[in-house]
């Protein structure tokens, strides 16, 4: 599973999660992808943050030894890949989100007022909303949030 960082037309960033590099130029070639905010297909990639491993004993280590001490996080396990760990918990994460909430897709924002206002039944759901949409929800005080999730059939 690779993520790819991307991008519309009209500037929209966003992410796409892919098999490899080749089914993300694949796709894009049969214009298969398109903007989750505008549903532009004229998408492309943008750069990503970077990650660099820093080696003890490096002078890029030193330095950070050296730096402010940061917020108390909990402990490693000896031995444990700390970006193993994380692509684990984010791995339970989205099965937990996949499994137990009810997919509403576009009609996200419209079934969060609902639930919120009494007027559907109250239940656990995820979708799609522009950045727009959610921050009026937000606005009118109904709890959301914005997970990255993989497309259905991509998450293993």
Not at 39 to 65: D, K, L
Request: charged share 25%; aromatic share 6%.
């Amino acid at each position: 599973m690779i993520v790819f960082d991307l991008s519309c037309r009209s500037g929209h960033r966003f992410e796409g999660w892919f098999a490899s590099a080749d089914d993300f130029a694949s796709q894009q070639e049969r214009n298969l992808l398109t903007c989750p905010s505008c549903n532009s297909a004229q998408v492309r990639r943008v750069p990503s943050a970077t990650r660099i491993n820093v080696i003890a004993g490096t002078p890029a280590a030193e330095s950070r030894e050296s730096a402010p001490a940061q917020p108390q996080q909990a402990p490693v396990p000896a031995g444990a890949d700390p970006l193993a760990l994380a692509q684990k918990l984010y791995s339970r994460m989205v099965d937990e989100i996949l499994t137990k909430t009810e997919d509403v897709g576009r009609e996200f924002p419209s079934e969060a007022r609902k639930i919120h206002y009494e007027e559907a039944p109250k239940r656990a759901i995820r979708g799609v909303a522009t950045q727009e949409e959610h921050d009026s929800l937000v606005e009118e005080g109904i709890p959301v949030a914005r997970v990255p999730v993989p497309p259905s059939g991509s998450w293993h």
